[in-house]
């Protein structure tokens, strides 16, 4: 028998049951369920395309500041004697 607890959940699962074979009476519950794992696998995929995106995007961001941070050099090389400059005075 079925648990004094249980006997709610019982009730549900059968007027859900009794619902969707009206609403489709050749699938039921199954055609549901079919349906939730088509939409189920379409998220994954459409999840997996996102996250590639976003490993894109980082790699050409990591890139980007890298040919930044290569340019600035490129454009103000350090110096040796740049240090020296902040123990001269500013006014003389």
């Known amino acids: 028998g079925v648990e004094d607890y249980q006997k709610m959940d ?12 009206v609403k489709d ?4 519950c199954a055609g549901v369920v079919h349906q939730m794992q ?4 379409k ?14 995007m980082r790699s050409k961001r990591d890139e980007l500041a890298s040919l930044v941070i290569a340019g600035s ?10 240090n020296d400059q902040l123990l001269e005075p500013l006014w003389e």
Do not use: C, F, M, W
């Not at 009476?25 to 039921?28: E, L, T």
């Not at 088509?38 to 696998?41: E, F, G, P, V």
């Not at 998220?43 to 894109?56: D, G, I, N, P, Y």
């Open 38 to 41: 088509k939409k189920i696998s």
């Open 10 to 21: 019982v009730v549900n699962s059968i007027v859900y049951e009794a619902s969707t074979r």
């Open 73 to 82: 050099h490129v454009l103000h090389p350090p110096q040796e004697d740049d």
């Open 43 to 56: 998220l994954e995929a459409q999840l997996a395309a996102t996250q590639a995106e976003v490993v894109s």
């Open 25 to 28: 009476p050749i699938h039921g």
